[in-house]
């Protein structure tokens, strides 16, 4: 049972490329989520997905996109990196009975140059 | 607006000394409070949750309190270890909405537990 699992662990990007970090987890829980982490700013929330087929946008969207393949997967894209995305996210899950518990994978670290 | 408040921004202390880490809240109505753990390179972890009618709630050397009057909350943490050396984030929620839209997380306190 490896809980939630991210790829890849590191990436650095030069500004203008593209990128597509992906999320898996396999404990059943209907509701995914992208976060990222900045230095003295907290976890802030990009996107998250409450049931497959179904996604909403978070407090900090722009410049990203997300997809739900299916209820294991969901993956988060940046079409066109900026220096300002450069960060540490997380993808987390939760199930439809506890939903306000969240279950974080190791996070990604990603530099845009 | 909601926001959650954590106090100190960093602590550093001796191993096996105690310290207490504080949560000051404005998010309102209330449905819970969780403390998560992250230690560094890592996703946050759940330490313990507190709802409105609990005032106290220990998990191992960790012991948080609820006062949902003040909408203060602590994380006490006892006879600190090396390994206790991590974020703690504080994260309060309302009820309803699903799990993103009741979220509020706090920047965390980090802190560094030196021999």
């Known amino acids: 049972n490896a809980g939630v699992t991210q790829t890849p662990k590191f990436q650095v990007l030069k500004t203008g490329q593209s990128m597509t970090l992906q999320c898996a987890q396999d404990?059943?829980?209907?509701?995914m989520y992208w976060y990222r982490q900045d230095p003295g700013m907290g976890l802030r929330l990009i996107y998250y997905?409450?049931?497959?087929?179904?996604?909403d946008k978070g407090e900090v969207p722009n410049g990203y996109n997300v997809s739900r393949l299916n209820k294991r997967e969901f993956s988060l894209r940046l079409e066109s990196a900026a220096p300002s995305q450069t960060s540490v996210y997380f993808c987390?899950?939760?199930?439809?009975?506890?939903?306000?518990?969240?279950?974080f994978g190791p996070g990604t670290r990603l530099t845009v140059t | 607006k909601n926001q959650v408040e954590q106090s100190p921004q960093s602590l550093i202390i001796l191993e096996g000394k105690n310290c207490t880490l504080q949560?000051?809240?404005?998010?309102?109505?209330?449905?819970?409070l969780r403390w998560y753990k992250q230690d560094t390179g890592r996703g946050p972890v759940s330490l313990t949750i507190?709802?409105?009618?609990?005032n106290t709630k220990s998990n191992g050397r960790y012991t948080a309190t609820l006062d949902a009057d003040t909408k203060q909350s602590s994380l006490h943490i006892t006879a600190s270890q090396l390994s206790d050396s991590a974020s703690y984030i504080c994260?309060?929620?309302?009820?309803?909405?699903?799990?993103?839209?009741?979220?509020?997380f706090g920047k965390g306190t980090h802190l560094i537990i030196q021999p």
């Open positions: 987390a899950s939760s199930s439809k009975t506890s939903p306000y518990e969240q279950y």
């Open positions: 404990m059943n829980h209907n509701s």
């Open positions: 997905s409450a049931s497959e087929g179904t996604t």
């Open positions: 949560c000051n809240y404005t998010v309102s109505p209330f449905s819970n």
């Open positions: 507190m709802t409105f009618s609990e």
């Open positions: 994260v309060v929620t309302r009820p309803g909405g699903g799990g993103a839209d009741g979220l509020t």
